[in-house]
């Protein structure tokens, strides 16, 4: 079997990789062709021994001595006007003896404004010999650090490292239980994994992996963490060669309230290896065990969000769905597992999730839209080994999937093997899915597609119906401002020649395809550029209504420019209704999104109600949705009226009704949606 490598296209200066590169190694030939990702971006020389993120930051660790720094943690911003990302701070460590015989940096893990790094091969306490029994020179006892966001003046920051538990160097925090356990003894590797989740505010919770405990049965430690203060809260421990903590990730984010604690035990079985599901409280609670028969190493790598749980394996990932309306104990169903994924990583932002690949010939990863029912089909696979070159043999070992980017830490990567990372962005986000054949759905193109034709922006699509009735794959309309404000069908069908033109980015589409099939985006130009972007932290300085705060962060915004209200020919009040493009790839609720009036006066969209501008429900096309209309369209309110949603996705569109008051200014920023961008 032969595949071919991925192939890189030259679009308006910026170079894309239109198709997914298909590996033998691990035996996905004929992926479907992936959304849009920009070339890969490296960072040579950072070290690339662990790779974390989450929201505006993502963080990279250094083992060595680099830049006059002892094993320095670098903290890259995300620029949410170029959406690119940017070095602001790096703090080092005080102990040079941390960093490569320390495996300083081996796992990080970020939460909020806190990080955790973990030290598994820390083998000295730093002058703290004595404390609660501890004693220096004890090989691989491990350890772990914890660093602060204290102030932010973009592009710059200052993260601090906390001060240590038990020590006042501010290095390291122990283990510290003082009972008969093995938590000093050598080879314990405490903080080999790392994981943090914010409960909310200042109040988080941890959890560290010690796979060495007692001779390799392993134990998981939680703690609480406020003020700089760190409490240990309960521990769990395995037995035989279970290497219990291999993996561990925790999670605050489930309805019932409940930190969960995912868990990895690889050698448990036989080696056949589970993941066990704890619920913190008081003790932790052992909720579920996650075995399947034929697996190998199980757990080495771990992922939880209350829809769904991800485990690696040797050669192979494993994905369990969630519901949350079973009982304790069988939330967890496995749903499949996909073999030959090379047994990397496994990370995952919003449901789409992304398996490390580490194989020779192949290493990267494959990003899967729905992990629970997509085939090795579905995958878009990331092959940075071949796309980047001067990789090294773990890479894939650890990644990060944040919304629209995908991390690779690269620890013995570089043309001097001096370590990287590497990050793709992906401007389009993961698409979506056309699920009944000539169905249509209404979608977005939340990039800029401007100057490109029909045929470029979906190529793996085939040939459109427009251009051959007999013989197309998939018909595209798009909104059309040049049929009247009134009319019952305001859009025009695409031809392949189609070219997008500007005023396109305030439009949503409606496709359909011959087949049920994902419909990506297959080119644009970059990330579509915002109108108004917060370079702050908190409070936004975005426009946004004084009583009327934003309901989260909000990054950035883009006009959408809306037509004014036109006389009804059926002689009732005067309305416009125009379909809407959600121009990031991002999900945001209504409570976010803004109406500008012909004053130029911001409002939410209940006050453009009581004003008579604009209707404060807006709708999308779902036929098949819960509560939707008899004539397919599903309401989404801000105030979540039953059984309605609040939310809009970052693939869909809408359609909004202009009322009677509804007018144009005489500037294009006004009378229009302010479309936000969630950090």
């Given amino acids: 079997m032969v595949c071919k490598g991925g192939k890189m296209k030259a679009l308006q200066g910026r170079h894309m990789v239109r198709a997914a590169a298909l590996v033998v190694a691990l035996g996905l030939c004929g992926l479907a062709v992936s959304d849009v990702s920009q070339s890969p971006t490296v960072f040579p020389g950072t070290g690339g021994d662990s790779v974390t993120g989450g929201g505006r930051w993502s963080i990279v ?3 060595s001595v680099e830049g006059g720094f002892n094993c320095p943690v670098q903290f890259y911003r995300l620029n949410y006007l170029t959406m690119e990302w940017e070095l602001s701070d790096t703090v080092g460590s005080t102990l040079a003896s941390t960093c490569d015989a320390g495996l300083y940096g081996d796992a990080s893990s970020l939460a909020g404004d806190v990080v955790v790094v973990g030290a598994p091969g820390y083998n000295n306490n730093g002058g703290c010999t004595g404390f609660l029994g501890l004693t220096d020179n004890i090989p691989n006892r491990g350890g772990f650090a914890l660093y602060r966001l204290t102030a932010e003046t973009p592009p710059t920051s200052d993260w601090v490292r906390q001060d240590g538990r038990n020590c006042t160097n501010g290095v390291i925090q122990f283990a510290t239980e003082t009972d008969s356990s093995r938590d000093d003894d050598p080879q314990v590797f405490f903080g080999r994994s790392v994981s943090i989740t914010q409960i909310g505010g200042d109040d988080y919770r941890l959890v560290i992996g010690a796979p060495g405990y007692n001779s390799g049965a392993g134990k998981v430690y939680v703690y609480s963490y406020s003020g700089n203060t760190l409490t240990l809260l309960a521990t769990a421990t395995g037995s035989g060669s279970d290497a219990l903590g291999s993996a561990v990730t925790i999670s605050s984010g489930f309805a019932d309230g409940t930190v969960r604690v995912l868990a990895g035990a690889p050698g448990a079985n036989g080696g056949a290896g589970e993941g066990r ?3 913190v409280g008081a003790t932790l609670t052992l909720e579920q065990t996650l075995t399947q028969a034929g697996s190998t190493g199980l757990g080495t790598e771990v ?12 050669n192979a990932a494993y994905i369990w769905s969630g519901n949350p309306d079973l009982p304790i104990g069988s939330r967890f169903s496995f749903a499949q597992n996909f073999a030959g994924s090379g047994g990397g990583d496994v990370s995952q932002s919003a449901g789409i999730a992304a398996f490390g690949a580490n194989a020779p010939t192949g290493s990267g990863a494959a990003v899967f839209r729905n992990p629970q029912t997509d085939d090795l089909a579905d995958a878009e696979f990331v092959n940075a080994a071949a796309e980047v070159g001067d990789t090294g043999s773990l890479l894939g070992l650890d990644i990060r999937k944040t919304r629209e980017y995908l991390w690779f830490a690269d620890p013995d990567g570089g043309p001097s093997s001096e370590g990287q990372a590497i990050v793709y962005a992906f401007p389009a986000g993961q698409g979506g899915f056309n699920d009944t054949p000539f169905l249509y759905r209404q979608r977005s193109l939340p990039c800029d597609v401007e100057g490109l034709r029909l045929d470029e922006v979906f190529s793996s699509l085939g040939t459109s119906f427009a251009t051959d009735n007999v013989n197309g794959k998939y018909d ?3 909104y059309d401002s040049n049929k ?8 025009k069908q695409l031809a392949d020649d189609y070219v997008f033109g500007p005023e396109d980015s305030n439009y949503s589409i409606w496709i359909a395809t011959d087949i049920a099939r994902y419909t990506p985006i297959s080119a644009c130009n970059d990330f579509t550029t915002p109108d108004n972007y917060d370079a702050a932290s908190s409070p936004t300085n975005l426009p946004q209504n004084g009583g009327t705060p934003f309901s989260t962060v909000i990054r950035a915004q883009s006009y ?6 036109a006389i009804d020919p059926k002689g009732g009040p005067d309305f416009a209704r125009q379909m809407v493009n959600t121009p990031f790839p991002r999900d945001f609720t209504l409570a976010d999104l803004r109406y500008v009036d012909a004053s130029g006066v911001i409002k939410t969209l209940e006050q453009a109600e009581a004003a008579n501008e604009l209707s404060a429900t807006v709708y999308i096309y779902d036929p ?3 509560g939707s ?5 599903r309401p989404v309110t801000p105030a979540r009226t039953p059984p309605f949603d609040d939310t809009i996705r970052g693939y869909e569109g809408f359609w909004v009704v202009i009322k009677e008051d509804g007018i144009a200014g005489s500037n294009d920023q006004r009378h229009a949606l302010l479309v936000p961008q969630p950090e």
């Fill in 61 to 63: 660790t250094n083992d």
């Fill in 277 to 279: 599901v704890y619920g």
């Fill in 303 to 314: 992922s939880i969000t209350e829809r769904q749980l991800l485990l690696s394996a040797t």
């Fill in 476 to 478: 595209v309309f798009l």
């Fill in 484 to 491: 009247a404000a009134t009319n019952a069908t305001p859009y």
């Fill in 560 to 565: 959408i420019t809306l037509r004014a209200a």
């Fill in 624 to 626: 098949a949705g819960s």
């Fill in 629 to 633: 209309t008899a004539q397919g369209y």
